[in-house]
């Protein structure tokens, strides 16, 4: 994918943040991680001093808002997005500034350690508040895979370091997908309803939802289960196509990221498929041994490939 393309892309949702720093910034980093991973796009000095001028001020404020007991001024949101926002920027900063980005995951987890502990009633949010924390825990689920660093001085470290964890975060996850995905996105024939639920978020949930559902759908299989991912995937799918065939002049920023992310989920599920396929002797029957045990990774079909080969196609347009 060309880093013109990527950028592009980031830029309008840039804009379309407007005041909400949390988002703004997240996709100012977002566009660099994304072109990094997914375009051959490498900065020099002067693109990296932008990188750090244009995030650490407002990252730097996060630091300054967290109360002793992990929150944002106790708000379910404002933590929520806090807690996502620093997991990225630890992970950009990591080769920049590594104190920095050891800083920075220490505020996502205590974030995460009052989201966990506080005795939050999922059922009673608002959808925006329950779209901050899928992001949140989201997030937590690819950036603390495993933390080793002896100076750990956040709230979760003495908790055990990387299954217990793990496991609340997809606890989260899996139920706040179930919960949130129904009004969103529809698999039945009433597929209006859900376009229209769809449309009426505000452009910094949709981000933080479509970023959730990419991570999701693409993150390490042994962190959620084949049928969290299944769910994920479909909904980037699904969200990808409603906006593609709507034929309005909405948000075509919003048009535009769903169709890279669902672009670039399909790329992801034809190159998975042929590491499976190109896998030795040795791996694939390691593989068959995995699919046994756990009913996992079932080949793709000839149709299932030429579906999703139409939907790279179908989505690069739509990205132009």
Not at 166 to 172: A, S
Not at 254 to 268: K, Q, T, V
Not at 289 to 308: A, G, M, T
């Given at each position: 994918m060309d880093y013109s393309i990527v950028k592009k892309v980031f830029d309008e949702r840039i804009k379309k943040a407007g005041d909400d720093e949390y988002l703004k910034n997240a996709n100012i980093l977002y566009r660099h991680e994304f072109a990094a991973e997914y375009s051959s796009f490498s900065g020099d000095e002067g693109y990296f001093m932008e990188l750090v001028e244009n995030t650490s001020?407002?990252?730097?404020?996060?630091?300054?808002?967290?109360?002793?007991?992990?929150?944002?001024?106790?708000?379910v949101k404002e933590t929520a997005k806090a807690c996502a926002f620093m997991c990225i920027v630890s992970r950009v900063y990591e080769d920049l500034d590594p104190i920095f980005a050891r800083d920075s995951v220490h505020v996502a987890l205590d974030a995460a350690h009052y989201l966990l502990v506080s005795g939050i009633d999922l059922k009673?949010?608002?959808?925006?508040?329950?779209?901050?924390?899928?992001?949140?825990?989201?997030?937590?689920?690819q950036t603390d895979v495993e933390i080793k660093n002896t100076y750990d001085h956040s709230l979760m470290a003495g908790m055990p370091q990387?299954?217990?964890?793990?496991?609340?975060?997809?606890?989260?996850?899996?139920?706040?997908?179930?919960?949130?995905?129904?009004?969103?996105?529809?698999e039945s024939e009433d597929k209006d309803s859900a376009a229209r639920a769809l449309q009426s978020i505000d452009s910094a949930d949709f981000d933080m939802l479509m970023n959730s559902l990419l991570i999701i759908s693409t993150i390490d299989d042994e962190i959620f289960g084949?049928?969290?991912?299944?769910?994920?995937s479909k909904a980037i799918f699904e969200i990808a196509d409603t906006q593609a065939g709507?034929?309005?002049?909405?948000?075509?920023?919003?048009?535009?990221?769903?169709?890279?992310?669902?672009?670039?989920?399909?790329?992801?599920?034809?190159l998975k498929d042929k590491e499976i396929e190109e896998s030795s002797d040795s791996q694939l029957i390691?593989?068959?041994?995995?699919?046994?045990?756990?009913?996992?990774?079932?080949?793709?079909?000839?149709?299932?490939?030429?579906?999703?080969?139409?939907?790279?196609?179908?989505?690069?347009?739509e990205m132009l």
């Open positions: 001020s407002f990252a730097g404020t996060c630091f300054e808002k967290q109360d002793e007991d992990g929150s944002i001024a106790g708000d009673s949010l608002e959808l925006s508040e329950k779209i901050s924390m899928l992001w949140a825990f989201s997030e937590l689920s990387k299954m217990s964890r793990q496991k609340k975060y997809k606890m989260f996850v899996t139920q706040i997908l179930s919960d949130v995905l129904p009004s969103l996105v529809s084949d049928e969290t991912k299944s769910k994920a709507d034929g309005s002049d909405g948000d075509t920023s919003a048009r535009s990221l769903s169709s890279m992310f669902g672009r670039i989920l399909a790329e992801y599920l034809l390691k593989v068959i041994e995995y699919n046994v045990i756990n009913n996992k990774k079932k080949k793709l079909s000839d149709e299932d490939k030429k579906i999703l080969n139409e939907r790279i196609e179908r989505y690069s347009k």
